[in-house]
């Protein structure tokens, strides 16, 4: 999203709004010391561990790890996507986003997909009011036990039987050109399929949705991006969706996800389920945080999407050996996923019961209760490698671990992490220590090797002279003008040169930005982390003037390191066969009066 909406923009909208007063409308902060503090509102404390910095533009939790700038946060707490806080903050400033005119057809084509498929679903809304057929599908839905409102909170409509609906109604054949471009938008958005050449197409279409009660998928903004039908007898396919198009990929996508929201702004669990009539049908019971992936797995990136908008994610499954296989993909999924202040838990349904109907005979109160009774994801995770091992061998403890290995190094340091290891040393009678050990991969002779990496590492944790610059350039871009030239910095051969290199030349073009706009530049890039992480530290100098000297004397040791290895590869090569060129020697005698 960031290449739609120029860089130089998002760098001015970065200086002309104050992050302070972004974040105190949604959380009340008061004067700490230099910057501001409040309560996390990313997860719970009792003591302030919350900072925003005016100076940086930049806030951080001390608790959580939670950081960003006034874009991250409008992403992070009011659950936005990049373009969307853009233009929150846009409109805040007083400012008009623009587009990047190389982009502006891929983005007009977008649009015409959205504004085609919203109206399909207002289409297929009035066919449920107005086809002849439509009093059967109403009857249907009530036979369910869905109401009319809940069926107008989702947007429910009937796509009615024939082969060329949609192409009678949005593109008939007198429409000549117009009627292509229209016939070929609904192909492209999947509502129509085009037959091919061998079964006599000859460009011809037929709809892909046919007398089946329709049901929109939104993306986060609202905006349908797909749908998904179901039958209404017992024909085959049951569920229907739609193929992956250029607004639709099911393995992102979450259906309810958006009414979710729009029920409650202030979630704290989302239930993931199995399908559409699952989450409508939990709706009329006012459990309004149900969602389903559409045809799919749940992926990570599903995952993702949710704990960005809630803490605990609860799976509901049937409690047969389909639905406990189905579990533990999700669970696998999930892994690499969970952390600090994010939970999973397991709902598995009582044998022939499925979430619509077993809240229709237990009623809201009955099932909340049954799912505040959901096996948290660490007990699963051992229930079920418990089932597939004799643990009253050792043999069986040793495949245990061996079974575990790969799923923890899915899973993120941390607490969570820690716990599941002291829970499986408990269980195969080891310490947790010599379970680490074992884990690594070595006990004995092959763990005393390891050791001198240990304490390598430890010296390697010591800030590198490229760490200190690059900390100071974010905590003071305006330090980059003090840098001077820049040609023997980028031969050095060390890790991260590159990416001091490349802000020391922005900044000598672009002296205006600030740290919080060159995160917002890395966003989208590997390096984005790791600079957010550097600008999280705490600088203990004095002000500007003695990060400035600090700066100084750090590029000043890179570059003597650089034209030590200059002067070694120039007096290589003057005693090879090759020799040196005259502005080689030249260079040679220069680097031998300055070092």
Not at 113 to 131: C, N, P, S
Not at 413 to 442: C, P, Y
Not at 446 to 453: D, F, M, N, T
Request: some cysteine; proline content about 4%.
């Amino acid at each position: 999203m960031a290449g739609r909406i120029p860089e130089q923009f998002i760098e001015e909208l970065i200086a002309r709004v104050d992050i302070v007063d972004v974040i105190d409308s949604f959380v009340p902060l008061r004067k700490g010391g230099r910057d501001y503090v409040a309560c996390c509102p990313f997860h719970n404390e009792k003591s302030p561990s919350f900072t925003v910095s005016r100076e940086k533009q930049f806030f951080h939790c001390f608790g959580c790890g939670a950081h960003g700038t006034a874009i991250g946060f409008l992403m992070d707490y009011d659950h936005m996507d990049f373009v969307e806080a853009v233009h929150e903050l846009a409109s805040r400033a007083g400012m008009q986003v623009p587009v990047d005119q190389g982009r502006q057809a891929t983005t007009a084509l977008s649009l015409d997909l959205y504004q085609l498929l919203g109206d399909v679903a207002q289409f297929y809304r009035r066919q449920l009011k107005e086809h002849p057929q439509s009093q059967r599908v109403i009857e249907y839905l009530k036979q369910r036990g869905l109401s009319g409102g809940t069926a107008g909170d989702y947007g429910i409509g009937f796509a009615p039987p024939g082969w060329d609906t949609l192409s009678q109604v949005f593109a008939p054949s007198q429409g000549g050109g117009a009627s292509k471009t229209l016939t070929k938008g609904l192909i492209d958005a999947g509502l129509l399929i085009e037959k091919s050449l061998a079964d006599g197409g000859q460009g011809r279409s037929y709809d892909r949705f046919r007398d089946r009660v329709m049901f929109p998928i939104r993306d986060t903004r609202g905006r349908v991006i797909g749908f998904g039908g179901r039958v209404l007898g017992d024909d085959s396919p049951k569920y229907l969706n739609s193929p992956e198009t250029a607004v639709f990929h099911k393995g992102r996508e979450l259906y309810g996800l958006y009414e979710a929201r729009k029920s409650n702004r202030k979630l704290d669990r989302l239930l993931v389920v199995e399908g559409y009539m699952d989450v409508v049908m939990l709706a009329e019971h006012n459990i309004r945080y149900a969602v389903a992936t559409l045809g799919t797995a749940t992926t990570a990136e599903h995952l993702e999407r949710m704990f960005r908008q809630v803490p605990e994610v609860v799976f509901c499954f049937d409690g047969d050996r389909a639905g406990r296989e189905a579990a533990w993909r999700a669970l696998e999924n999930a892994l690499p996923v969970i952390g600090q202040g994010r939970q999973a838990r397991f709902m598995f349904l009582p044998d022939g019961e499925d979430p619509d109907s077993l809240v229709r005979q237990e009623q809201q109160n009955g099932f909340e209760k049954r799912m505040a009774n959901a096996v948290p994801l660490s007990t699963f995770f051992f229930d079920a490698l418990a089932e597939r091992v004799d643990l009253q061998s050792i043999d069986g403890y040793a495949r245990l671990v061996e079974m575990a290995r790969p799923l923890l190094v899915k899973m993120q340091t941390g607490v969570f992490k820690q716990e599941i290891i002291s829970r499986l040393a408990e269980r195969t009678s080891m310490t947790a220590q010599d379970l680490m050990r074992e884990l690594a991969g070595g006990t004995g002779a092959g763990h005393a090797r390891h050791q001198p990496q240990v304490r390598r590492s430890t010296k390697a944790n010591q800030p590198s002279l490229v760490r200190i610059a690059i900390t100071l350039l974010l905590h003071y871009p305006a330090l980059a003008q003090q840098a001077g030239e820049l040609p023997l910095l980028r031969e050095l051969d060390r890790p991260g040169v590159g990416l001091l290199v490349e802000l020391l030349e922005l900044l000598a073009e672009r002296p205006h930005l600030t740290g919080a706009a060159l995160l917002e530049r890395w966003r989208d890039r590997e390096e984005g982390r790791y600079l957010s992480q550097l600008a999280m530290q705490e600088v203990l100098l004095e002000g500007q003037e003695g990060a400035g000297r600090e700066f100084i004397a750090a590029l000043g040791k890179l570059r003597d390191l650089a034209k030590a290895r200059r002067l070694e590869v120039l007096r290589a090569k003057s005693q090879s066969t090759a020799g040196l060129t005259d502005d080689e020697k030249s260079e040679l005698k220069q680097l031998h009066g300055g070092v």
